[in-house]
């Protein structure tokens, strides 16, 4: 059974900075994409950063670029994601989400598999 489990969530002051980690289990990453989103009350879940096993190719989002860096070690089956100079428009439920074949896409539709979330809180 494939599982995702986050972590890492909390509370933190602007300019802070956390680390998010997502676990996987029933599969290993060498043949996934393990993407990041995030979803604001009221607004629609959007991706954040992704990380390809097919090449190690990394994207992410123009509102995170230069703040957000995705990393994965495959040993552990764990995708980071940490997060530098936090915004309270980062606010959100950060989900961790898998899809295979590997693909380069933050399309919500185009991953199989997700976590239930951990929550991140900016305060100003």
């Known amino acids: 059974e494939v599982q995702l489990v986050e972590s890492g969530g909390g509370l933190v002051q602007a300019g802070g900075s956390l680390r998010l980690s997502c676990a996987a289990s029933?599969?290993?990453?060498?043949?996934?994409?393990i993407g990041w989103f995030r979803q604001a009350p009221g607004k629609e879940r959007e991706g954040v950063s992704y990380i390809s096993s097919k090449d190690g190719s990394t994207y992410y989002a123009d509102s995170v670029k230069g703040r957000f860096t995705i990393s994965s070690d495959n040993a552990k089956n764990t995708v980071y994601l940490q997060m530098n100079s936090l915004k309270p428009e980062d606010t959100a439920v950060y989900y961790c989400a898998a899809a295979q074949p590997p693909l380069k896409s933050l399309l919500v539709g185009a991953y199989d598999y997700w976590g239930q979330g951990t929550q991140v809180t900016v305060s100003s």
């Open positions: 029933g599969f290993t990453f060498d043949d996934y994409t």
